[in-house]
C-alpha cells in the first residue's frame, strides 16, 4: 500500500547524512534523457550448456538459412533504431566539430575568459553532450540487434551474461571514481571545505552543478559520507547577474526555512549546498508508469493512478509548509521532483519569493506548468503583495497532477482532457486547481484534503466509485486533523506533525470513515437493484418483442389470406363462362396484374386550342397501337388454336374510350367541349373509338374518384369489364387545371395492366 509521507524540507547534516543513498549514483537524479544500458538482474547467472552448444551447431550447419531470417526480422525494430541514431550522432558529431572550428577561430583575437568565447566553450560541450548521448543510443541499438541474434542461435544467455558483466564492470568503476577521487575539476576559488565528487547538467540558468562532499575538521573525506548538490555561480565567467540575484534573494528565504545546508556570497561567486536526493525526476517515473499501464491494462492504471495521487499528497504537504511560512515556490514542475521509491522531493528553490514583496511579478518559469494569470499580472506590473500568489503554486500542482496521471503536458489548462479511464473526481480537482483564480482552491490545504480524500478511496480500491460531489471541498468540511499541523509550533520545525502522517495507515487518516467504500466487486443494494432493474427490463423487452413479433405473423396471415382470395378471385372468372376467348383474353391481364403495373410518363406538350385534339387522338393511338401488339403477343405465347385467334382479335379491336373525370363546374363547357371533339377527331383519323352512355359515364367518374391507389384502380376496372363481359377496352380519363392563366389538360390512358400519362399546355 502507497504510504504519502510529508517529504522532509527540513534537512540538516545529521538528517542528510541519514537519508544518503550508500553507495552513491549521482547522475540518476538530473539527468536528462540518459538511456540506460541494461538492468543488473539478479539470481543465477546463465551459463554456455550442451543443449545449447547442440542447438548452435545445429542452426549453423542445418538450418542456418531459416534462422537467418528470423534473426533478420527479429532485429528489424532495433536496425531502425540504429539508423536512426546514427544519423543523429552524425548530424550532432558535425555540429560539434563546427562549434570546434569556431572556437579555435576565435581564439586568436578572444580571451580564453571573454564571454563570447564562453558562450563558444559552452555550445560546444552541449553538443558533444548530445553527440555522446546519440552514440550511445547507437550503441545500445547495435547491442540490441546481437541480443535478438543471440537468441534466435541459442546463444541468448551467454549475451546477458556478458551484459551483466559489462554493466557491473562499469558500475564498479563508477563507484571507484566517485569514492577515491580527492579533488573534482572545480572553479579555482571552489569552497575548500567542499570536495567535487561529480557534476551534474546544467538547468536554465548560467550555474553549475557539482555532487559534493564535506571535509571533516582534519580535512579528510568519508567515502561512504552523505552527498549533497552544490550550486554555484561564478560571476567573472560570464555569469548572469539577474539570475544570481534573485537565486540569492530565494537562497536566504530557503536558508530561514532549513531547506540549504550552507550559502556564500563574494565578489567572484556565489554558491550555495542543497540535500542530495537519489530517485529519478517525476518526469521519467510518470512516462515509465503510463507506459506500463498502457502495456498491462486497467488494473496496472488503477496502479498508477494510486501512486501518481501519492506524489501529488506529499507535494501539496511540502507547498502548504511553504505558504505557511509565507513564501511560494514559482517553479513546481516535474522535472524539479525528484522520485525516491514512492517518496517525493522538490528541489530548485532559485525562484523562491515572499508571499508579501514589495517586487513586481516576473514571468519566470516554465511552460505549461506556468500560471497564465501570473504572467498577464506580471505585465500589469502588479506587485507580489498585490494578488495571493499561493494560487500560482496550485495551478502548477493541478497541472502536475494532470501529468502525472496522463502523462502529457496540459496546453489548455483547465480546458485540457483526460481520457475517458480516469474517474470524474481527478479530473474536477485539476480542472479546480488550474481554472482562474477565483474559482480556484482558497489553499494549498483545502486541495490537499480534496486529494487526501482521493488517495484514502484508492488505498480502499474505491476510487472509481468517487464523484466529484463525494469530495470534502465540495461538501463543505474542514481540514482534517492528520492533515493539520500543531499550533504554535513553526510549520517547517513540526516534526510532530509530519510523525502524526506518517504513522497513519496508509498515509491517511481516519477521518474518512464515512462515506464507507465498497471495494470494486462487491454486491451491494445499489448492484442488487441494478441486477433487478435489468432483468425486468429484459423481460419486458422480451414481452414486448413477443408481442411485435405475434402482430407481424397475423399481419403476414392476412396478407397471404388476401393473396388467396385475389389469387382465387381473377379477371378470367368473371366473365361469361361461355365465352372462352373472353377468358383466355383475361387470363392475359391476370398474369400481367402479377408483375404489377407499367407506368409511362410522356413529356408534356405545348398546343394550340385546335391543336389539342389531333395531338391527342393521335399520341393516344399510337400508345393503343403498342398495347394491342403486346397483348397479342402475348395471347400466342400462351395459347394457341381457334380461341387464341378470337383472343388476338379481341386485343386488336380494343377501343378508345375518352371521359372527363374533372369535377370544376367551371371547366365543364370546357370538358364536354373536349369529349364532342374526341368523336369528331376520331372519325376523322378512322381511330377505334366508343362512346359510353350517361351511367357508364357517371360510374366511371365514382370509381376514378373513389380509388386512389394505382393497382386497385386498375383491378377495379378491368372487373367491371369482365363482369359485363364486354371487350377490353383503352379507357381514357382527363381533367383540365388552370395554373397562371394557362389551362393544362391532364391526360391518363388506362388498360388493366398498362398506364400512360400525357399533359397539354394550351398556349
Given at each position: 500500500?502507497f504510504r504519502?509521507k510529508?517529504?522532509q524540507?527540513?534537512?540538516?547534516?545529521?538528517?542528510?547524512?541519514?537519508?544518503?543513498?550508500?553507495?552513491?549514483?549521482?547522475?540518476?537524479?538530473?539527468?536528462?534523457?540518459?538511456?540506460?544500458w541494461g538492468?543488473l538482474?539478479?539470481g543465477?547467472?546463465?551459463?554456455l550448456?550442451?543443449?545449447?552448444?547442440?542447438h548452435?551447431?545445429?542452426?549453423?550447419?542445418f538450418?542456418?538459412?531459416?534462422f537467418l531470417i528470423?534473426?533478420?526480422?527479429?532485429?528489424?525494430?532495433?536496425c531502425?533504431?540504429?539508423?536512426r541514431?546514427?544519423v543523429?550522432?552524425?548530424?550532432?558529431?558535425?555540429f560539434w566539430?563546427?562549434m570546434?572550428f569556431?572556437?579555435?577561430?576565435?581564439?586568436?583575437?578572444?580571451?580564453?575568459?571573454?564571454?563570447?568565447?564562453?558562450?563558444l566553450?559552452?555550445?560546444?560541450?552541449?553538443?558533444g553532450?548530445e553527440a555522446?548521448?546519440d552514440?550511445?543510443a547507437?550503441?545500445q541499438?547495435?547491442v540490441g540487434?546481437?541480443?535478438?541474434?543471440s537468441?534466435?542461435?541459442?546463444l541468448g544467455?551467454?549475451?546477458?551474461?556478458?551484459e551483466e558483466?559489462?554493466?557491473r564492470?562499469?558500475l564498479?568503476w563508477?563507484?571507484?571514481?566517485?569514492?577515491?577521487?580527492?579533488?573534482?575539476?572545480?572553479p579555482?576559488?571552489?569552497p575548500?571545505?567542499?570536495?567535487?565528487?561529480d557534476?551534474l547538467?546544467?538547468g536554465?540558468?548560467?550555474?553549475?552543478?557539482?555532487?559534493?562532499?564535506?571535509?571533516d575538521?582534519?580535512?579528510?573525506?568519508?567515502?561512504?559520507?552523505?552527498?549533497?548538490?552544490?550550486?554555484?555561480?561564478?560571476?567573472?565567467?560570464?555569469?548572469?547577474?539577474?539570475n544570481i540575484?534573485r537565486e540569492?534573494?530565494?537562497a536566504?528565504?530557503?536558508?530561514?526555512?532549513?531547506l540549504i545546508i550552507?550559502?556564500s556570497?563574494g565578489?567572484?561567486?556565489?554558491?550555495?549546498?542543497?540535500p542530495?536526493?537519489?530517485?529519478?525526476?517525476?518526469?521519467?517515473?510518470?512516462?515509465d508508469?503510463?507506459?506500463?499501464?498502457?502495456?498491462?491494462?486497467?488494473?496496472?492504471?488503477?496502479?498508477?493512478?494510486?501512486?501518481?495521487l501519492?506524489?501529488?499528497?506529499q507535494?501539496?504537504?511540502?507547498?502548504?509548509?511553504?505558504?505557511e511560512?509565507?513564501?511560494f515556490?514559482?517553479?513546481?514542475?516535474?522535472?524539479?521532483?525528484i522520485?525516491?521509491?514512492?517518496?517525493?522531493?522538490l528541489?530548485?528553490?532559485g525562484?523562491?519569493?515572499?508571499?508579501?514583496?514589495?517586487?513586481?511579478?516576473?514571468?519566470?518559469?516554465?511552460?505549461y506548468?506556468?500560471?497564465?494569470?501570473?504572467v498577464?499580472?506580471?505585465?500589469?506590473?502588479?506587485?507580489?503583495?498585490?494578488v495571493?500568489?499561493?494560487?500560482?503554486d496550485?495551478?502548477s500542482?493541478?497541472a502536475?497532477?494532470?501529468?502525472?496521471?496522463?502523462?502529457?503536458?496540459?496546453?489548455?489548462?483547465a480546458?485540457?482532457?483526460?481520457n475517458n479511464?480516469?474517474?470524474?473526481?481527478?479530473?474536477?480537482?485539476a480542472?479546480?486547481?488550474?481554472a482562474?483564480?477565483?474559482?480556484r482552491?482558497d489553499?494549498?490545504r483545502q486541495?490537499?484534503?480534496?486529494?487526501?480524500y482521493?488517495?484514502?478511496?484508492?488505498?480502499?480500491?474505491a476510487l472509481e466509485?468517487?464523484?466529484?460531489a463525494?469530495?470534502?471541498?465540495?461538501?463543505?468540511?474542514?481540514?482534517p486533523?492528520?492533515?493539520?499541523?500543531?499550533?504554535?509550533i513553526?510549520?517547517?520545525?513540526?516534526?510532530?506533525?509530519r510523525?502524526?502522517?506518517?504513522?497513519?495507515?496508509?498515509?491517511?487518516g481516519?477521518?474518512?470513515?464515512a462515506?464507507?467504500?465498497?471495494?470494486k466487486g462487491e454486491?451491494g443494494?445499489?448492484?442488487?437493484a441494478?441486477?433487478?432493474f435489468?432483468?425486468?427490463g429484459?423481460a419486458?423487452?422480451g414481452?414486448?418483442t413477443?408481442?411485435?413479433?405475434?402482430e407481424?405473423?397475423?399481419?403476414?396471415?392476412r396478407?397471404?389470406?388476401?393473396k388467396?382470395q385475389?389469387?382465387?378471385d381473377t379477371?378470367?372468372k368473371?366473365v361469361?363462362?361461355?365465352r372462352?376467348d373472353?377468358?383466355?383474353a383475361?387470363s392475359v391481364?391476370?398474369r400481367a396484374f402479377?408483375?404489377g403495373v407499367?407506368?409511362?410518363?410522356?413529356?408534356?406538350?405545348?398546343?394550340?386550342r385546335?391543336?389539342?385534339m389531333?395531338?391527342l387522338v393521335k399520341?393516344?393511338?399510337a400508345?393503343a397501337?403498342?398495347?394491342?401488339?403486346?397483348?397479342?403477343?402475348d395471347?400466342?405465347k400462351?395459347?394457341?388454336?381457334?380461341d387464341?385467334?378470337?383472343?388476338r382479335?379481341?386485343?386488336a379491336?380494343?377501343?378508345?374510350v375518352?371521359?372527363?373525370v374533372?369535377?370544376d363546374?367551371q371547366?365543364a363547357?370546357?370538358?364536354?367541349?373536349v369529349?364532342?371533339d374526341?368523336?369528331?377527331e376520331?372519325?376523322?383519323?378512322k381511330?377505334?373509338?366508343?362512346?359510353?352512355?350517361?351511367?357508364?359515364?357517371r360510374?366511371?367518374?365514382?370509381?376514378f374518384?373513389?380509388v386512389?391507389?394505382?393497382?386497385?384502380l386498375?383491378?377495379?376496372v378491368?372487373?367491371?369489364m369482365a363482369?359485363?363481359s364486354?371487350?377490353p377496352a383503352?379507357?381514357?380519363?382527363?381533367t383540365v387545371e388552370?395554373v397562371?392563366n394557362?389551362?393544362?389538360?391532364?391526360?391518363?390512358m388506362?388498360?388493366?395492366?398498362?398506364?400512360?400519362?400525357?399533359?397539354?399546355?394550351?398556349?
Amino acid at each position: 500500500m502507497f504510504r504519502a509521507k510529508t517529504a522532509q524540507v527540513v534537512m540538516d547534516s545529521r538528517a542528510a547524512t541519514a537519508a544518503a543513498p550508500v553507495p552513491p549514483q549521482p547522475q540518476a537524479d538530473y539527468s536528462y534523457g540518459t538511456r540506460n544500458w541494461g538492468k543488473l538482474k539478479s539470481g543465477p547467472k546463465p551459463t554456455l550448456t550442451l543443449g545449447n552448444i547442440i542447438h548452435f551447431i545445429i542452426a549453423v550447419f542445418f538450418l542456418w538459412p531459416v534462422f537467418l531470417i528470423v534473426a533478420v526480422f527479429a532485429s528489424l525494430g532495433d536496425c531502425v533504431a540504429l539508423i536512426r541514431a546514427t544519423v543523429e550522432a552524425t548530424i550532432s558529431s558535425t555540429f560539434w566539430c563546427g562549434m570546434v572550428f569556431k572556437e579555435w577561430s576565435a581564439a586568436g583575437f578572444l580571451h580564453r575568459e571573454d564571454p563570447k568565447m564562453l558562450q563558444l566553450r559552452g555550445s560546444r560541450r552541449a553538443f558533444g553532450h548530445e553527440a555522446i548521448k546519440d552514440w550511445k543510443a547507437a550503441g545500445q541499438a547495435l547491442v540490441g540487434i546481437g541480443r535478438s541474434w543471440s537468441k534466435v542461435f541459442g546463444l541468448g544467455g551467454l549475451f546477458m551474461a556478458l551484459e551483466e558483466r559489462v554493466a557491473r564492470a562499469n558500475l564498479d568503476w563508477r563507484r571507484y571514481v566517485i569514492n577515491t577521487a580527492p579533488k573534482g575539476a572545480a572553479p579555482a576559488d571552489f569552497p575548500e571545505q567542499w570536495v567535487v565528487m561529480d557534476e551534474l547538467p546544467r538547468g536554465g540558468s548560467s550555474a553549475r552543478l557539482y555532487v559534493v562532499r564535506k571535509r571533516d575538521a582534519n580535512g579528510v573525506i568519508d567515502p561512504k559520507g552523505p552527498l549533497f548538490v552544490l550550486k554555484y555561480f561564478d560571476l567573472t565567467a560570464g555569469g548572469n547577474l539577474e539570475n544570481i540575484i534573485r537565486e540569492s534573494q530565494a537562497a536566504e528565504l530557503a536558508k530561514r526555512l532549513g531547506l540549504i545546508i550552507e550559502s556564500s556570497l563574494g565578489n567572484r561567486a556565489f554558491w550555495y549546498v542543497m540535500p542530495y536526493y537519489h530517485g529519478r525526476t517525476l518526469t521519467q517515473s510518470t512516462l515509465d508508469g503510463v507506459k506500463k499501464a498502457r502495456a498491462e491494462g486497467p488494473r496496472q492504471f488503477s496502479e498508477h493512478q494510486r501512486l501518481a495521487l501519492g506524489w501529488v499528497h506529499q507535494v501539496l504537504q511540502i507547498i502548504a509548509q511553504y505558504h505557511e511560512a509565507g513564501v511560494f515556490h514559482k517553479d513546481i514542475k516535474p522535472d524539479n521532483l525528484i522520485v525516491s521509491n514512492e517518496k517525493i522531493y522538490l528541489v530548485d528553490i532559485g525562484l523562491m519569493t515572499p508571499l508579501g514583496s514589495m517586487s513586481q511579478l516576473t514571468t519566470h518559469g516554465t511552460e505549461y506548468f506556468r500560471d497564465p494569470e501570473m504572467v498577464k499580472l506580471a505585465l500589469e506590473g502588479k506587485e507580489v503583495r498585490e494578488v495571493n500568489a499561493s494560487k500560482f503554486d496550485i495551478y502548477s500542482i493541478g497541472a502536475v497532477l494532470f501529468f502525472a496521471i496522463e502523462g502529457e503536458f496540459p496546453t489548455a489548462g483547465a480546458l485540457s482532457r483526460f481520457n475517458n479511464d480516469v474517474p470524474l473526481a481527478i479530473q474536477w480537482v485539476a480542472n479546480r486547481a488550474m481554472a482562474a483564480m477565483h474559482q480556484r482552491y482558497d489553499n494549498a490545504r483545502q486541495m490537499l484534503t480534496d486529494v487526501d480524500y482521493l488517495c484514502y478511496a484508492a488505498a480502499h480500491g474505491a476510487l472509481e466509485n468517487i464523484k466529484p460531489a463525494d469530495l470534502p471541498s465540495f461538501r463543505g468540511m474542514p481540514v482534517p486533523p492528520h492533515l493539520t499541523p500543531i499550533t504554535g509550533i513553526p510549520v517547517v520545525n513540526n516534526t510532530s506533525y509530519r510523525q502524526k502522517l506518517e504513522a497513519l495507515p496508509g498515509g491517511y487518516g481516519q477521518w474518512y470513515q464515512a462515506p464507507s467504500f465498497k471495494r470494486k466487486g462487491e454486491f451491494g443494494f445499489k448492484k442488487a437493484a441494478a441486477v433487478v432493474f435489468m432483468v425486468g427490463g429484459l423481460a419486458a423487452i422480451g414481452v414486448v418483442t413477443l408481442g411485435i413479433l405475434t402482430e407481424i405473423k397475423k399481419e403476414k396471415d392476412r396478407s397471404d389470406i388476401e393473396k388467396r382470395q385475389l389469387a382465387a378471385d381473377t379477371l378470367a372468372k368473371r366473365v361469361d363462362p361461355k365465352r372462352n376467348d373472353l377468358k383466355l383474353a383475361y387470363s392475359v391481364m391476370d398474369r400481367a396484374f402479377d408483375k404489377g403495373v407499367s407506368v409511362e410518363n410522356h413529356a408534356p406538350v405545348s398546343v394550340t386550342r385546335s391543336q389539342l385534339m389531333p395531338a391527342l387522338v393521335k399520341d393516344l393511338d399510337a400508345v393503343a397501337r403498342q398495347w394491342r401488339e403486346s397483348f397479342a403477343h402475348d395471347v400466342g405465347k400462351n395459347a394457341q388454336g381457334a380461341d387464341a385467334d378470337k383472343a388476338r382479335a379481341l386485343f386488336a379491336g380494343a377501343p378508345l374510350v375518352l371521359v372527363s373525370v374533372d369535377g370544376d363546374t367551371q371547366d365543364a363547357a370546357f370538358c364536354e367541349g373536349v369529349e364532342h371533339d374526341w368523336i369528331i377527331e376520331t372519325a376523322l383519323q378512322k381511330t377505334m373509338t366508343t362512346d359510353l352512355n350517361k351511367d357508364n359515364r357517371r360510374e366511371v367518374r365514382d370509381v376514378f374518384t373513389g380509388v386512389s391507389d394505382t393497382v386497385a384502380l386498375h383491378r377495379e376496372v378491368g372487373a367491371r369489364m369482365a363482369r359485363d363481359s364486354v371487350n377490353p377496352a383503352f379507357l381514357t380519363v382527363f381533367t383540365v387545371e388552370t395554373v397562371e392563366n394557362a389551362q393544362h389538360v391532364k391526360v391518363r390512358m388506362i388498360f388493366p395492366g398498362h398506364e400512360a400519362t400525357f399533359t397539354y399546355t394550351l398556349k
